[in-house]
C-alpha cells in the first residue's frame, strides 16, 4: 500500500518497492488504504482509517471503488459528521460502532485483483505515496509562521 500513515514509514516503504520494481525490471501496483477498505463493500461508502492520535482518514468511493473525494484527515469528533454507509478499520468501528469492520486482508486482494484485471500495474516511477496531510516537520514549520 502507498498510505495514508506516517509520512517516514510511507516514505520508506513506497521507495522499496520502487527500487525493487526498477531492479526487477517488474511493473509494480501501488493501492491506498483507503481504497483498500471499500473494496469491502459493494455500493457507495465511506473508508475510514486510524491514523495517529484522535486523526482518522477519510474519501468517499462510488460503487465501482473509485474515489469520489479527496482523501481528509479529520479528528475523532467529527466522524459522527460522516453518512452514509462506513467501512472502518477496527480501532475506528470501537469510535463508530455502525461501522462495518473490513477484513484488510481479503479487501487487499480484491483491491490488487481488480487492479491487475484492468491492467492498472505500471512503472516504478508511476508509483507515488499518498499523503493526505502534511509531515510533523511542515505543519510545525507552518504553525511558526
Given at each position: 500500500?502507498?498510505?495514508?500513515?506516517?509520512?517516514?514509514?510511507?516514505?520508506?516503504?513506497?521507495?522499496?518497492?520502487?527500487?525493487?520494481?526498477?531492479?526487477?525490471?517488474?511493473?509494480?501496483?501501488?493501492?491506498?488504504?483507503?481504497?483498500?477498505?471499500?473494496?469491502?463493500?459493494?455500493?457507495?461508502?465511506?473508508?475510514?482509517?486510524?491514523?495517529?492520535?484522535?486523526?482518522?482518514?477519510?474519501?468517499?468511493?462510488?460503487?465501482?471503488?473509485d474515489?469520489?473525494?479527496?482523501?481528509?484527515a479529520?479528528k475523532?469528533?467529527?466522524?459522527?459528521?460522516?453518512?452514509?454507509?462506513?467501512?472502518?478499520?477496527?480501532?475506528?468501528?470501537?469510535?463508530?460502532?455502525?461501522?462495518?469492520?473490513?477484513?484488510?486482508?481479503?479487501?487487499?486482494?480484491?483491491?490488487?485483483?481488480?487492479?491487475?484485471?484492468?491492467?492498472?500495474?505500471?512503472?516504478y516511477?508511476e508509483?507515488?505515496p499518498?499523503?493526505?496531510?502534511?509531515?510533523?516537520?511542515?505543519?510545525?514549520?507552518?504553525?511558526?509562521?
Amino acid at each position: 500500500t502507498i498510505g495514508p500513515g506516517s509520512f517516514t514509514g510511507i516514505r520508506i516503504a513506497v521507495n522499496t518497492a520502487r527500487a525493487f520494481a526498477y531492479a526487477l525490471n517488474k511493473p509494480i501496483l501501488g493501492i491506498d488504504c483507503l481504497t483498500v477498505g471499500a473494496y469491502s463493500y459493494k455500493g457507495e461508502c465511506n473508508s475510514v482509517l486510524y491514523g495517529w492520535g484522535d486523526n482518522y482518514y477519510y474519501a468517499t468511493f462510488n460503487e465501482n471503488h473509485d474515489m469520489i473525494s479527496e482523501a481528509q484527515a479529520i479528528k475523532e469528533d467529527e466522524l459522527s459528521t460522516l453518512c452514509g454507509v462506513i467501512v472502518a478499520d477496527k480501532t475506528t468501528q470501537e469510535i463508530i460502532p455502525s461501522a462495518l469492520v473490513y477484513d484488510g486482508t481479503e479487501a487487499f486482494i480484491k483491491a490488487v485483483e481488480d487492479k491487475l484485471n484492468k491492467n492498472q500495474a505500471g512503472s516504478y516511477d508511476e508509483v507515488k505515496p499518498f499523503y493526505v496531510m502534511p509531515s510533523q516537520a511542515e505543519r510545525d514549520l507552518i504553525n511558526k509562521k
